[in-house]
């Protein structure tokens, strides 16, 4: 049993960021597992190496330690290239503009989701939406590479939020796989190192429940096992929005002046019902306590 802990470099960790790594944490821990830190600095514009530095140095404190060696996204684009290669016979090129720039936001940040209609989908290849008018396409622009998607019911079971339906081909459409700038996709790249790590069991916010669906369309394309899911609800801030990033007062930076490692661990233990009281507790401690039955589907509101 191998679980892992993926974060972005292009912030400070902040609470939910310490959230899913504890979780994660706890339950591979719990079965005696490997637990991994991959740090998903695909994009070069966004990733800095001075948060991957933070970010462990973070880890390290809170006591949340990792298995071997830390794996970088950006020093694996090889990897990336020969499963894309894999791949060709159901991808094509894409000029789309407009989709690219979304698709290369943070999976996180695309809940207002767009669907690629298709518009650059090779003819004679099965297309839902084929009419779609291709103006906006330019032969002279550098294309990005999509994967052709079925119209069907991938399924699949959440530890958390239970069992999931999702057809490809409504809720995302023909999805990038690589970006017209060169970066790899998000969703390849996870298949990839999740497979290639040995990881068994994802844990991360439920912001990428539904993500889960093209992850597992890739592990059967590249004949892979597809690892467990289990995905835990969100912090909100007192007007309901998401923690993140921007939320300065609740990075793990600033916590630290304020909080030990155990007060921040034993808030968040008590958030989803581990601990009956938010007392401080040490990630080991919590071993005892941790169960994924008593983790609430529901998101958690976090104050300051
Ligand atoms: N890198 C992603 C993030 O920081 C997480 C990816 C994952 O856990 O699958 O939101
Ligand atoms: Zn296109």
Redesign the pocket.
Known sequence: MTGRF???PTGEMHLGNVLAALLSWLSARQQGGMWKLRI?DLDPQRSRQEYADRLMSDLEWLGLTWDGEVIYQSQRTDVYEQYLQQLHALTYPCTCTRNEILTAQ???ESDGRIVYPGTCRPKGAESQKSKVDSLITSVDRPAAIRLMVPDEMIEYEDRVYGHQSVNLATHCGDFILRRSDGVFA?QLA?VVDDAEMGVTE?V?GRD?LLSAAQQIYLYRLLGKDVPTYSHHPLLVNSRGQRLCKRDQSLAVGALRERYSAQDIIGRLAYAVRLIPAPEPVTPQQLLTYFSWSKIPNQDIMMDD
């Open positions: 993926a974060p972005s998903e943070a999976p996180h998000y996870v994802v991360r990428l």
